[in-house]
């Protein structure tokens, strides 16, 4: 294959990369402000403090992603926003919310506090929905019929589920005493559904996609791909016994949020297999949604500057606040 038709599936492979890290960068912070109405006032703070130093950061690849599927792959950016307009306006009141709720609450008088707190829950909760629906949509190719919208509905309901256990593992890593251990009690409550959601959406995913179910039920692929949904399964197993432990309350209070990103890197290899060579499932291959491959080039030059550099603060940021959080401080 020559470099102008790699080119595309470079493209691609940046595209999906940045989705990922943003599903579980700001995963785990969306689920952390859908458990804010579990958490007591001054534990509240703690919350917030917790991804205060990422939670911007964490968001810079999903414009990245957009971005890529904006200007590398233009006709399916026009097919998948055009399918996709009322769940990402919702998205993005969501994550608006959000931020605003995030900077007042700090500053509000305690007669107002709590009002952006409920505020900050809601825009988690609006954009991990939508977020769902969107992802439901986009798997099943953007397909018509009742069964469409229920699978996109399964998905709506689940990754915030999903989210709100990342979001409670990370406050077991990032925590310590009475809020550790309600977060751990918080992420035993989330693990059935979340589990529960994921086998069910796994069983219907290739009942609503025959490119899928013929990728996945065929020999001799069908050996080699049992590989990922049992290691899903291993992981989030050894979760659930992680969280029965003291140890999980201190020296491996990070393993439980490692053994997530796992599971969430694996289902991102299963749906990469599901989906390749579309952009968009059974209508756009990466080549026919490409821009011309001199536009391709000229584009990977700015990439290969603004990649490294957003990667590179994200490292940054996590290392200069790494172990536990502190006191919430504002300037």
């Keep these: ?160 589920m999903a989210y709100v256990l990342m979001g409670a593992t990370w406050l077991i890593m990032k925590t310590e005493g009475e809020l550790q251990e309600r977060a751990v009690q918080w992420a035993r409550i989330a693990w059935a559904p979340m589990v529960g959601g994921l086998v069910l959406i796994s069983m219907a995913t290739p009942w609503v996609s025959e490119t899928v179910r013929q990728r996945w039920f065929s020999l001799p692929e069908m050996i080699a791909l049992v590989a990922i949904p049992l290691m899903c399964g291993v992981s989030l197993l050894a979760v659930r016994g992680l969280l029965g432990t003291r140890q999980v309350r201190g020296p491996v209070c990070w393993l439980p949020f490692v053994l997530l990103v796992l599971v969430f890197v694996l289902g991102f290899l299963g749906l990469a297999y599901s989906i390749y060579p579309y952009v968009v499932l059974d209508q756009l291959t990466v080549w026919q949604a490409a821009s011309s491959p001199a536009a391709l080039k000229v584009i990977l030059i700015g990439t290969c500057i603004s990649v490294p550099a957003i990667a590179g603060y994200t490292v940054f940021s996590y290392r200069v606040f790494r172990g536990k959080t502190g006191e919430l401080k504002y300037a």
């Design 1 to 160: 294959m020559s470099f102008d038709s790699m080119l595309p599936v470079i493209f691609m492979a940046l595209m999906g990369l940045s989705m990922l890290v943003y599903v579980v960068s700001d995963g785990y912070d969306l689920g952390v402000g859908m458990l804010m109405h579990r958490a007591t006032d001054a534990e509240k703070d703690v919350l917030i403090a917790s991804i205060g130093p990422f939670w911007d950061a964490n968001e810079t690849w999903l414009v990245l992603g957009v971005g890529i599927l904006l200007i590398a792959f233009p006709k399916a950016h026009g097919l998948v926003l055009g399918e996709l307009y009322l769940p990402v306006a919702l998205m993005l009141v969501g994550l608006t919310l959000r931020g605003v709720a995030f900077d007042f609450r700090v500053k509000a008088k305690d007669t107002h506090k709590k009002t952006w707190d409920r505020l900050f829950f809601a825009g988690s909760t609006l954009a991990a929905v939508a977020q769902g629906w969107m992802l439901g949509r986009y798997v099943s190719g953007f397909g018509s019929g009742w069964n469409y919208p229920l699978f996109a509905a399964a998905i709506a309901a689940a990754l915030p």
